[in-house]
């Protein structure tokens, strides 16, 4: 992989831990030769992942919509940074840009990204895999969730699986090199189900 999408907060969260998981995601992204591709911002989760990444000699994209860069919050140093029109394009661009996803914790806007890339997955608009970064078990309810989801048939197993976790950058990185797509989902009845 030469480039992965990390969905996070511009806020650093009630602990710090989350920070200092966010930098050691963006040391193991630089020591793996994997280029970081996110929102763009100088501040929060987002900060810290981009600033550990550049650091240690990687590679950072940013991408940013015009409405937030005018906040001034945008992160100046970056190795790119593509300025958008919308938060559509900015998902739209960071999909186009990046051969994996990784949701570290943030809040809605986090979860509004993971799960719409999630759900392409699901489609099979891409084949790309898709984790949760569980820092803190940030993510366990959420997690809880997936899995209530496919008990009440909501969700099937294939597509549960896609939805890799891992308390530790390495090991979600490692199940990212290992992924394997599940076939395309798909509504077309067999003709014996006619």
Sequence with gaps: MKKLAVFCGSSNGASAIYIEEAKALG????????????GG???GVMGAVADAVLEAGGHVTGVMPSFLD?????????SELIIVESMHERKAKMAELAEGFIALPGGPGTLEEF?????????????????LLNVNHYYNPLIALFNHMT???????????????DTKPEGLLDQFAAYQPPEVKTYIKNESQT
Aim: charged share 30%; with cysteine.
């Design 70 to 78: 005018e906040r001034e919050i945008t992160h100046r140093n970056l």
């Design 151 to 165: 008990d009440e048939k909501f969700l099937q197993e294939k597509y549960r699986s896609m939805a890799l976790a």
């Design 41 to 43: 911002a100088s501040v």
């Design 115 to 131: 799960f719409e890339i999630f759900t392409w997955a699901q489609l099979g608009l891409h084949k790309k895999p898709c984790g």
């Design 27 to 38: 040391k193991e992204l630089a020591k793996r030769q994997i280029g970081l591709v996110y």
